[in-house]
T-cell receptor, first 113, second 117 residues
């Protein structure tokens, strides 16, 4: 199965831009890369997804290089409320041909005042 | 839309007891899944369903049963609770099981915190 690798934790200060990079060497050619955010005691929440190049929405940007072996989630001007765990997800077909989304361990982002 | 709902929010069981965690969604999603999350860890897939009447095992299925008699509901049964099953359980749903392939979002419930003593 495809595997994702992210930094375990990151620290930042309010107002800074934060970039979290995820590597996914075995991603299938046609699959999307999806990022989720999880606050303590809550279920993960979708942030952004992309297939290639750059995607931007109201909360984040996602940069995907041409080889698609990594992706970078960019959070502009973070605030204290952005303190959370961020997961990068890719999918893959298991040995029984079933398709599964893979959660890695995530990156714990701490935003300080 | 209520989205994905889970009951109960908290549960304490003794070793050997059985119980059912409830999950329901009102978005007419075909794909539903159960994950467990241990402290400081990511989510691991327990079981999933690609439609009513169809279920399959995920990464950590042992000790759990599922069934899917309707599109809306996907209960998770603990057959004989063990302390190793102490965890937070999340139910999720999506338009398709190929969410990553076609870019469909997964919606998660608020979780059930289970403690087995």
């Amino acid at each position: 199965l495809a595997k994702t690798t992210q930094p375990i934790s990151m620290d930042s200060y309010e107002g800074q831009e934060v970039n979290i990079t995820c590597s996914h060497n075995n991603i299938a050619t046609n699959d999307y890369i999806t990022w989720y955010q999880q606050f303590p005691s809550q279920g993960p929440r979708f942030i952004i997804q992309g297939y290639k190049t750059k995607v931007t929405n109201e909360v984040a940007s996602l940069f995907i290089p041409a080889d698609r072996k990594s992706s970078t989630l960019s959070l502009p001007r973070v605030s204290l409320s952005d303190t959370a765990v961020y997961y990068c997800l890719v999918g893959d077909f298991d040995m029984d041909s079933s398709y599964k989304l893979i959660f890695g361990s995530g990156t714990r982002l701490l935003v300080r005042p | 839309n209520a989205g994905v709902t889970q009951t109960p929010k908290f549960q304490v069981l003794k070793t050997g007891q059985s119980m059912t965690l409830q999950c329901a969604q009102d978005m007419n999603h075909e794909y539903m899944s159960w994950y467990r999350q241990d402290p400081g860890m990511g989510l691991r897939l327990i079981h999933y369903s690609v439609g009513a009447g169809i279920t399959d095992q995920g990464e950590v299925p042992n000790g759990y049963n599922v069934s899917r008699s309707t599109t809306e509901d996907f209960p998770l049964r603990l057959l004989s609770a063990a302390p190793s099953q102490t965890s937070v359980y999340f139910c999720a749903s999506s338009y398709s099981g190929l969410a990553g392939r076609f870019g469909y979002e997964q919606y998660f419930g608020p979780g059930t915190r289970l403690t087995v003593t």
